[in-house]
């Protein structure tokens, strides 16, 4: 009977399919931590932009070089079209996009 029993296990973890089965779940948990870091590293450049913003001067003792920047940035922000709900590549593109373009407001300060 132990014997048979062994067999048996011994089958089923040289299956092609549970062979397949663990990697898929090795992918969820690639892609879990794969999102994990991406979307933190999003937000930490988001976070470095807020703060760039931060330590810029009033509005009266800015340039207007300075201004002209701060505004097309906001139209920027302003006009973006997502649409998270759906979940697409695309958006993610797009954010990550508009947050890469908020680098020379990083790089100024």
Known sequence: MKKKKEREEKKHETSPVRHLQLELQKLRRE?????????????????????????????EKLTREQLHRVRDFAIMMRQ?????????????RRIDTLISDLRPLIDDQ
């Open 31 to 59: 892609l879990r931590t794969t999102a994990r870091a991406y979307t933190q590293r999003l937000e930490h450049e988001l976070i470095a932009a807020t703060d760039a913003l931060g330590r810029y001067a009033p509005a």
């Open 80 to 92: 973006r079209r997502l649409r998270p709900d759906k979940g697409r590549r695309k958006d993610l």
